[in-house]
């Protein structure tokens, strides 16, 4: 079965670090784009970032110098290093897999059921 | 970086009324949109790719149309399990951004 798995959020204070995880199965992360999405409490979803099947990573401008995107091929798992967090990052992280038919893209088709992070003192 | 703007924000319908959400972009990106489902306290749920295409799995009722920077999706006849908020999203370019979404409630 196709899934991936968030593991790694918790509680932070302001300007503190955490790193989420997310655990791929029936496929493989390195061969795929992968994205994080986030959702603060009652509002939107927002892209916070992305990786390549290449290596290249994007990020939304509010994470941009803070936040980075990286996977280990090894073990099948994305991660997303943040740092400096701001009680604005607080959110539900959810962990996604953007299909490629050749470099089309084709929507994200797997979803995790997303790690919650608050950041407060 | 480019907007995206649902309307309406919130849409109040009857099972078996037809619903049109529509999605604006801020510049054109041609066809390069999605839509999605999500329901409270799940993950959001791929619909429709490539403005038009059905994602497998996905009932025939659900439709999207549009190109450039107007797209529109369609529930041809609305079901019970269809209650949710709909968000679309595009990847024009190397910033994807989501709609603000629409929820669907019940009249």
């Known amino acids: 079965e196709v899934q991936v798995v968030e593991s790694g959020g918790g509680l932070i204070q302001p300007g503190g670090s955490l790193r989420l995880s997310c655990a791929a199965s029936?496929?493989?992360?390195?061969?795929?784009?992968m994205s994080w999405v986030r959702q603060a409490p009652g509002k939107g979803l927002e892209w916070v970032s992305i990786?390549?099947?290449?290596?290249?990573?994007y990020y939304a401008d509010s994470v941009k110098g803070r936040f980075t995107i990286s996977r280990d091929n090894s073990k099948n798992t994305l991660y997303l290093q943040m740092n400096s967090l701001r009680a604005e990052d607080t959110a539900v992280y959810y962990c996604a897999r953007d299909r490629r038919k050749e470099t089309i893209f084709e929507g994200m088709d797997v979803w995790g059921k997303g790690t919650t992070v608050t950041v407060s003192s | 970086d480019i907007q995206m703007t649902q309307s309406p924000s919130t849409l109040s319908a009857s099972v078996g009324d037809r619903v049109t959400i529509t999605c604006r972009a801020s510049q054109s990106i041609n066809s390069w949109l999605a839509w999605y489902q999500q329901k409270p306290g799940k993950a959001p749920k791929l619909l429709i790719y490539?403005?038009?295409s059905l994602e497998s799995g996905v009932p025939s009722r659900f439709s999207g149309s549009g190109s450039g920077t107007e797209f529109t999706l369609t529930i041809s006849s609305l079901q019970p399990d269809d209650f949710a908020t709909y968000y679309c999203?595009?990847?024009?370019?190397?910033?994807?951004?989501f709609g603000q979404g629409t929820k669907v409630e019940i009249k």
């Open positions: 990786i390549y099947s290449g290596g290249s990573t």
């Open positions: 029936g496929f493989t992360v390195s061969s795929d784009y």
């Open positions: 999203q595009q990847y024009n370019s190397y910033s994807w951004t």
């Open positions: 490539k403005a038009s």
